[in-house]
């Protein structure tokens, strides 16, 4: 979610994975970055924070609203 915060991704819109690598290697202290993708990838799937999209991770009016209201959401 932090990742969608930072690049200030609306609902609706793709945070790509050309985007999201690069976040996940430099924000990511143990360089597990490709787990650290999965695991995000399930959590805000099963959250209904975000969807699957061929270019990266889409985020839904859900996730949107939970980073509009929860500034701790992570």
Same mark, same amino acid.
């Given at each position: 979610?932090?990742?969608? /915060? #930072? ?6 819109? +793709? $945070?790509?994975?050309?985007? $999201?690598?690069?976040? $996940?290697? !430099? #924000?990511?202290? @143990?360089? #597990?970055? *490709?787990? +650290?993708? /999965?695991?995000?990838?399930? @959590? &805000?799937? *099963? !959250? ?8 990266? &991770?889409? $985020?839904?009016? +859900?996730?949107?609203?939970? &980073?509009?209201?929860? *500034? !701790?959401? *992570?």
């Amino acid at each position: 979610m932090q990742a969608f /915060r #930072h690049f200030k991704v609306q609902a609706n819109e +793709v $945070l790509t994975y050309e985007q $999201l690598i690069p976040y $996940l290697e !430099e #924000h990511d202290e @143990h360089n #597990h970055f *490709k787990d +650290v993708q /999965r695991e995000a990838e399930f @959590h &805000l799937t *099963k !959250e209904a924070y975000a969807t699957p999209d061929a270019a990266g &991770l889409r $985020l839904t009016p +859900v996730g949107y609203n939970t &980073l509009q209201e929860n *500034k !701790e959401v *992570k």
